[in-house]
């Protein structure tokens, strides 16, 4: 990373080659770019810093996508609000996207996360809620999307797992609405999602009886 004729720093790697340099330097302090840089190491890279530096061949991936995939390098608990913070501008970058998927990825990101800092920060449970339902909400669209893209790969894959309906119905069994848990299995088993629904479907049934009796 150099500097341009105005004093700024030249920001290159995947950052820069996805147009994001402005963020970049404006969202983290110099420690907090730090702590991201050496943390990221696609590829098993730790003697150069791909995020900030160098030429990188840009993906077909929207920038959504990639900062989705980077926020998954910071998912631990000393890092979990910078992943916050860089799935916050992956959102708002793919409210905007013409692909539903990028969001679907983006919400898949989140709940994790906020789930991960529910303990130290009871607000979070909240988000991670929210953060489920905005993925469910877009439910029937990405399975039409994975559909989409399993055809044009020449492939008759299933649906993958869906974390949003799975987190929420763990979520729910937990605080013992196991009618609502139910539900949530068999809309998402009804969609199509990969997931043990039928176990947690009678498990929850067995327990809702016993809450009765």
């Known amino acids: 990373?150099?500097?341009?004729?105005?004093?700024?720093?030249?920001?290159?790697?995947?950052?820069g080659a996805y147009g994001l340099a402005d963020w970049w330097l404006s969202a983290f302090s110099a420690a907090e770019r730090e702590r991201i840089e050496s943390t990221f190491h696609p590829m098993g890279e730790t003697e150069r810093r791909p995020l900030t530096m160098g030429q990188v061949g840009r993906s077909s991936r929207h920038a959504a996508g990639f900062l989705t995939d980077l926020a998954t390098w910071l998912m631990n608990v000393e890092n979990c609000g910078l992943a916050l913070r860089v799935l916050a501008k992956a959102e708002a970058l793919a409210a905007t996207s013409s692909d539903v998927l990028d969001l679907h990825f983006v919400y898949g990101s989140q709940v994790p996360a906020y789930y991960r800092l529910r303990k130290t920060d009871p607000a979070m449970l909240d988000a991670a809620i929210v953060a489920c339902e905005k993925q469910i909400a877009l439910g029937p669209r990405a399975a039409r999307a994975f559909r989409r893209w399993y055809r044009s790969m020449g492939t008759d894959d299933g649906l993958p797992e869906h974390t949003g309906f799975e987190q929420l119905a763990i979520i729910r069994?937990?605080?013992?609405?196991?009618?609502?848990?139910?539900?949530?299995?068999?809309e998402a088993k009804r969609q199509g999602w990969g997931g043990n629904w039928d176990e947690r479907i009678a498990r929850c049934g067995k327990r809702a009886r016993q809450q009765i009796g």
């Open 173 to 186: 069994e937990r605080q013992g609405d196991y009618v609502e848990a139910i539900r949530l299995c068999k």
């Open 1 to 15: 990373m150099g500097f341009s004729l105005f004093g700024k720093p030249k920001i290159e790697g995947y950052i």
